[in-house]
Every structure is written in structure tokens, then in C-alpha cells.
């Protein structure tokens, strides 16, 4: 039974999680995603999906990149 880094929880079904070689143990998806999921650098929102990259910058969207100052970035169709 592991303990959630995020919440807490001690839970039966936790999983791990490895990332840059350090074990993270997490109760539910949602831990895990507020824990190590990187953050729009203009909006703030966690970006679960595949997101945009600007220079080091993660984006959200294609609106907040160029919100940002990026310029011409689409998202894919």
C-alpha cells in the first residue's frame, strides 16, 4: 500500500511514477497530474496533452503562445 505524495492518501492500488530518475507514488491520476505536469507560461493551466514549446516556454495552446508573444504558432488540425 503506498502513500500519495500529492494528497496523502494511502491507497492499495497506488502506482509510480519515474521521472528524471526520481519515484513519485501517486493514488489517482489527478495527483499525479498536479504534481508533474508542467504549467501554460501564460495561463497557468497544467498541460496535459501535448501543449506548444516556444524557446524553454511550455504553452497550453496555440492562442496562449502567441498571446505571449510567440507569433505565428498553429496547433495541428
Given amino acids: 500500500m503506498?502513500?500519495?505524495?500529492t494528497c496523502?492518501?494511502?491507497y492499495e492500488d497506488s502506482f509510480?511514477?519515474?521521472?528524471?530518475?526520481t519515484e513519485y507514488t501517486?493514488?489517482?491520476f489527478e495527483c499525479a497530474i498536479h504534481k508533474l505536469a508542467p504549467e501554460c507560461a501564460a495561463c497557468g493551466t497544467r498541460i496535459i496533452g501535448h501543449g506548444v514549446q516556444h524557446?524553454?516556454?511550455?504553452?497550453?495552446?496555440?492562442?496562449c503562445a502567441n498571446g505571449a508573444g510567440a507569433?505565428?504558432?498553429v496547433d495541428h488540425d
Fill in 55 to 63: 524557446g524553454q516556454a511550455l504553452y497550453c495552446c496555440a492562442h
Fill in 2 to 5: 503506498g502513500t500519495c505524495v
Fill in 26 to 28: 501517486f493514488d489517482c
Fill in 71 to 73: 507569433g505565428g504558432i
Fill in 16 to 21: 509510480q511514477v519515474i521521472k528524471d530518475g
Fill in 8 to 10: 496523502g492518501n494511502r
